[in-house]
């Protein structure tokens, strides 16, 4: 499996940027797809995640209402539109997936990294004041 983040870069706030997550080496229709991020001298934290089948999203509080999460079935990819960026959005992000188990019913519990097999190497974005 490989997933390939990009559209990061640099944008003042309030601008937009839309990420893609290109998902190639197997069918992704039993999994959760989700973007991460993580800023200097910060952990990893959950941005948002789709449920490749049916859709379904969630977001963290923080981008909530600003941030789309959402995917492409016929080229396999998923997309983080950004909208309304703020300074504090600067971070790396990366895309995942993780596999639905059946102990994890919850579509919260996918807000944990650690449910998560396969990541991309990342994309910077940086929102300037």
């Known amino acids: 499996v490989q997933l390939q983040a990009f559209g990061g870069g640099l944008v003042q706030a309030g601008g937009s940027l839309r990420l893609s997550c290109a998902a190639s080496?197997?069918?992704?229709?039993?999994?959760?797809l989700g973007w991460f991020r993580q800023a200097p001298g910060k952990e990893r934290e959950f941005v948002a995640a789709i449920r490749w089948s049916g859709g379904s999203t969630f977001y963290a509080d923080s981008v909530k209402g600003r941030f789309t999460i959402s995917r492409d079935n016929a080229k396999n990819t998923m997309y983080l539109q950004m909208n309304s960026l703020k300074p504090e959005d600067t971070a790396v992000y990366y895309c995942?997936?993780?596999?639905?188990?059946?102990?994890?019913?919850?579509?919260?519990?996918?807000?944990?990294?650690?449910?998560?097999?396969?990541w991309g190497q990342g994309t910077l974005v940086t929102v300037s004041s």
């Open positions: 080496g197997r069918t992704f229709s039993s999994y959760y």
């Open positions: 995942a997936a993780a596999p639905i188990r059946s102990i994890y019913t919850h579509y919260s519990d996918y807000r944990s990294m650690d449910l998560y097999n396969y």
